[in-house]
């Protein structure tokens, strides 16, 4: 079985340019978990959806971020405008069920912001 | 409000020697527990998880974690460490009472020769 899917493995972009990442939660999960991870701060909670509805959004650092999960089976996390302090990389992470269960994570977006 | 503490950032063991990962955690309500490891450039993965029963848990790669309410402690170990083991690991705790996971800040393993 496919796992979770994450597009683009890897982004660069300038500041002040829009960024799109995307994610697949695997067939059948009905939770899905946008992290992200970077040295200084370590796997911060950005947004949770139960059934495609955004539960908790209280991790989005700022309005230039935004969530978006128009059906089950994909979801898109923007930032716009981007900045170099957004450099990090962003796990996309699915469960079958809600918190209580084990997530099961993308392989993760890259993204560097010069 | 729950939280999850990781003693130690690095931790070197021999190849074969004992492995102790240690997790603290606070929550309000019985937790759910979980062990995490992250290899290189990969998203993390389900090592471990308690719930409810048992408080041993076993989990892949020979790790295993028991649960001790009196110490809320969830530490991880493994007999014989191997090279392969080489990663990072987060120790992670959702209470019944809410919806969200916290994350420790993570160990890095790593395992001489």
Known sequence: DAGVIQSPRHEVTEMGQEVTLRCKPISGHNSLFWYRQTMMRGLELLIYFNNNVPIDDSGMPEDRFSAKMPNASFSTLKIQPSEPRDSAVYFCASSSRDWSYEQYFGPGTRLTVT | ?113
């Not at chain 2, 003693?7 to 062990?35: D, K, M, Q, T």
């Not at chain 2, 993965?45 to 408080?55: D, I, R, S, V």
């Not at chain 2, 295993?64 to 090279?83: N, V």
Request: hydrophobic fraction near 40%; proline fraction near 4%.
């Open chain 2, 1 to 113: 409000a729950q939280s999850v503490t990781q003693l130690g950032s690095h931790v070197s063991v021999s190849e074969g020697a004992l492995v102790l990962l240690r997790c603290n955690y606070s929550s309000s309500v019985p937790p759910y527990l979980f062990w995490y490891v992250q290899y290189p450039n990969q998203g993390l993965q389900l090592l471990l998880k308690y719930t409810t029963g048992a408080t041993l848990v076993k989990g892949i790669n020979g790790f295993e974690a028991e649960f001790k309410k009196s110490e809320t402690s969830f530490h991880l170990t493994k007999p014989s460490a191997h090279m392969s083991d080489a990663a990072e690991y987060f120790c992670a705790v959702t209470d019944t009472g809410g919806f969200k996971t916290i994350f420790g800040a993570g160990t890095r393993l790593f395992v001489k020769a």
